[in-house]
């Protein structure tokens, strides 16, 4: 459960992201996977077995978005345009506001991200 780990880092995000980051967060612990959970590089990531390196899903708050990030996400499938590539592996979702969350397209993915990570 990465309940204290959100607790954590709601304080250091801008007041009017926090409830989107608590609406991924909820999106994210939905896939009921026993992840590890912890505050990295400015946000919140998931991994399983502390292998940080090797996390599965990201949270993070820029000035101008919330971000879901993936570490294998350019091999997940999503409606065309909604992630934008971060690197030749990773990709995120920008979110500008909580009304743009669809939790269970959000769950999708992540179980998606599951499914890679555990090849």
Known sequence: ?????LEAYLPSVREDARETVRVLAAAVEATGEAFDCKISYRMLVYTFDARWHHWVVAIG???KAVNLRFLRGR??????????????????????SVDEVEPTMVTGLVRQAVVLHQR
């Open 61 to 63: 708050v820029t000035s």
């Open 1 to 5: 459960m990465s309940e204290a780990a």
């Open 75 to 96: 091999q997940l499938r999503a409606p065309a345009g909604m992630l934008r590539p971060g690197s030749t592996t990773a990709a995120q979702v920008d979110y500008h």
